[in-house]
């Protein structure tokens, strides 16, 4: 099992629809969750940090997080062509090392 | 400058050549990490240095890679002998003290080892 699952997808969503892109880890002990987001042949760029159980909304994102399923995920509402990327989930574990441990990525789509 | 950057931005290599990739942080970041992206994949964890402490080099894929940041601040990433696997983009990125805290990524240099 790997530490950090993704969907590779394509995930394809029309212009103006609601994208839902999914993360589960495995390291019961983490602590903080991170999604980037990376245009093709650029670095990853973060996007939001959630720390606790729960929702937490920053514009057209919402990060949410579930401890105790061990999943995470981001909502992104009003979806835009430009949004057309590929999100990135990342997890510190719980060994305190400084690891930042990546899933492999979704690719979203947003056709006008 | 206001972000983490790298050079080269890209680099070809014969196989068997020595490369060294340098990354300059974010002024004033302590932690500094090195990651290796290969296409289609997330970035893969190489080693990760606080201040001029090397504090975790797990990730380094064997003895062919060595990194350092002497000084604290400007590192380096060399890989000696290049192979073709070694072909990726790697990823530096900075963060302003310690474990979980959010990491700025450079714009990578891209290696192609032929």
């Known amino acids: 099992q790997k530490e950090v699952e993704q969907n590779s997808g394509p995930l394809s969503v029309p212009e103006g629809a609601i994208a839902s892109l999914n993360c589960t880890y495995s390291?019961?002990?983490?602590?903080?969750f991170f999604w980037y987001r990376q245009y093709s042949g650029k670095s990853p760029e973060l996007i939001m940090f959630?720390?606790?159980?729960g929702d937490k909304e920053d514009g057209r994102f919402t990060a949410q997080l579930n401890k105790a399923s061990q999943y995470v995920s981001l909502l992104i509402r009003d979806s835009q062509p430009s949004d057309s990327a590929t999100y990135l989930c990342?997890?510190?574990?719980?060994?305190?090392?400084?690891?930042?441990?990546f899933g492999q990525g979704t690719t979203l789509q947003v056709k006008p | 400058g206001a972000g983490v950057s790298q050079s080269p931005r890209y680099k070809v290599a014969k196989r068997g050549q020595d490369v060294a990739l340098r990354c300059d942080p974010i002024?004033?970041?302590?932690?500094l990490f090195w990651y290796q992206q290969a296409l289609g994949q997330g970035p893969e964890f190489l080693t990760y240095?606080?201040?001029?402490?090397?504090?975790?080099k797990s990730g380094l894929p064997s003895d062919r890679f060595f990194a350092e940041r002497p000084e604290g601040s400007v590192s380096t990433l060399k890989i000696q002998r290049t192979q073709q696997e070694d072909s990726a983009v790697y990823l530096c990125?900075?963060?302003?003290?310690?474990?979980?805290?959010?990491?700025?990524f450079g714009p990578g240099t891209r290696l192609l080892v032929l």
């Open positions: 990125a900075s963060s302003l003290i310690n474990t979980e805290e959010t990491q700025y």
């Open positions: 390291d019961r002990g983490s602590q903080s």
């Open positions: 959630i720390y606790s159980n």
């Open positions: 990342a997890v510190y574990g719980s060994s305190n090392t400084g690891k930042l441990i």
């Open positions: 002024s004033g970041h302590v932690s």
């Open positions: 240095f606080q201040n001029e402490a090397q504090l975790d």
